[in-house]
T-cell receptor
Framework: KNEVEQSPQNLTAQEGEFITINCSYS?????LHWLQQHPGGGIVSLFM???GKKKHGRLIATINIQEKHSSLHITASHPRDSAVYIC?????????FGTGTSLTVIP | EAGVAQSPRYKIIEKRQSVAFWCNPISGHATLYWYQQILGQGPKLLIQ????????DSQLPKDRFSAERLKGVDSTLKIQPAKLEDSAVYLCASSLSGGPGELFFGEGSRLTVL
């Protein structure tokens, strides 16, 4: 069983829609990361969370430590948001990654 | 601040040939990771260094893969001989310390084995 589960695996949205990507994990963590990977590109760190909520522009990330769950929200989605979004958790000295959510935003 | 540098960005080789990837982490980052990312999957840890020591190489196929970080700064990952299933993106990442710090990735090196 993977330590990190993401849903949905694929997501297609119309420009302007509100998007939610979910991440669940199975053990205690020291931090959770949301990462963005564009096609052919490297991985960019969007957020690092250990509690509560963080906001950066149109992106919002929340985490519920008790429920072992995190969500990444994108408001007013835009075609340039099309990418793979990866949830990663830090357990001890290691990172464990979800398989990613492939988001396509259609103009 | 310069990011994590990797080279080459792309490499195409035939099976049984060898290949080497280079990574220079962010200055001052003690922890360096090499990940393998196969298309459609999340990154899989190959090896983790803390300074010039190996912290975890349990998932490194040691019969063909090797990595070193001799001076605790830049690192090289080598595959010899390559197999078709080694086709993947090899990602290098670094973080400041072993604590809950942020993880910074390079652009990745995309390997195609024919």
């Amino acid at each position: 069983k993977n330590e990190v589960e993401q849903s949905p695996q694929n997501l297609t949205a119309q420009e302007g829609e509100f998007i939610t990507i979910n991440c669940s994990y199975s053990v205690g963590i020291s931090a959770l990361h949301w990462l963005q990977q564009h096609p052919g590109g490297g991985i960019v760190s969007l957020f690092m969370l250990s509690s509560g909520k963080k906001k950066h522009g149109r992106l919002i990330a929340t985490i519920n430590i008790q429920e072992k769950h995190s969500s990444l929200h994108i408001t007013a989605s835009h075609p340039r948001d099309s990418a793979v979004y990866i949830c990663a958790v830090r357990i001890g000295n290691q990172f464990y990654f979800g398989t990613g959510t492939s988001l396509t935003v259609i103009p | 601040e310069a990011g994590v540098a990797q080279s080459p960005r792309y490499k195409i080789i035939e099976k049984r040939q060898s290949v080497a990837f280079w990574c220079n982490p962010i200055s001052g980052h003690a922890t360096l990771y090499w990940y393998q990312q196969i298309l459609g999957q999340g990154p899989k840890l190959l090896i983790q260094f803390q300074n010039n020591g190996v912290v975890d190489d349990s998932q490194l196929p040691k019969d063909r893969f090797s990595a070193e970080r001799l001076k605790g700064v830049d690192s090289t990952l080598k595959i010899q001989p390559a197999k078709l299933e080694d086709s993947a993106v090899y990602l290098c990442a670094s973080s400041l310390s072993g604590g809950p710090g942020e993880l910074f990735f390079g652009e990745g090196s995309r390997l195609t084995v024919l």
